[in-house]
């Protein structure tokens, strides 16, 4: 592909990865402002964090629940997107190993969600109680349980869930992509070479624009800033690394009659 044809088509790929992301973000949402008024609406009653721990299990079910179904539906919706541009050469291959992957890295989405959610309420806890003697007021039970509603389901919780959304979008995307793509090298012997495309713009990280262009033989891992990743969003990579990452891969069959 030309310079401009891959960015065609890295656009075409995030387009359809932000239509999907934009539904779950509305869902993610919704968990966020019913998880926070249950930590606001405890601690009123209760005056104590003794149910946090029970309320993070429920938050981890639901998140859980949300983003198996994100997962899924990305992985079917990229199942007919063509990989090549030219000819689609990556069907029927093995969705076990993609669900398994993608619900090991639901349970540890899910797990850091909740965790960060219920940190967040102790926090705030933590932070009114020892500003009770110059502030005694915010330290009352209803303004604490108000403090907590407001920094975990308020506006932040736009741009949180909209963060999670998306970064979950793009791994299941590119996991499922990836995952298919691989056994089909495997199962049939094609050459298969993948090229890490950046869109290049302002908010790409440093580390991604210069992965821009590397390619590599299918299964062989990417050097981005330093870390081993198979494909944009790798879930064994970093955080730093995969966040509100918005490059794709390209994939180039060799071997091929009339590709």
Known sequence: MTRIEKLKYARAVLLTQDRIALRYQ???KRELKKTANQLANSYEINQNDSQLAEIQAQHKARMID???????????????????????????????SI??????????????VSANTVATASAVIMQTMANAVTNPIAAEPESVANAIANRIGGQNSVSRAMTIARTETHKAANV??????????????????VEWISTNDSR????????????????????????????????????????????????DVKNIEGL
């Open 99 to 112: 669900y398994s992957i993608l619900a090991s890295n639901v349970l540890t989405t899910a797990t850091t």
């Open 66 to 96: 949300i983003l198996t179904d994100l997962g899924k539906e990305t992985s079917e919706r990229f199942k007919a997107f063509k990989l090549t541009g030219k000819k689609d050469i990556f069907d029927n291959f093995v969705e076990n």
């Open 176 to 193: 499922s992509q990836y995952t298919r793509a691989e056994s089909a090298a495997t199962d049939s012997g094609l050459d298969v070479v």
């Open 26 to 28: 509305k869902l993610i």
């Open 204 to 251: 790409v990280r440093d580390s991604h624009k210069n992965a821009n262009g590397q390619t590599r033989p299918m299964g062989q891992p990417f050097n981005v800033g330093g870390e081993s990743m198979k494909h944009p969003s790798d879930p064994t990579a970093s955080a730093e690394n995969t966040i509100n990452c918005r490059c794709v891969l390209g994939y």
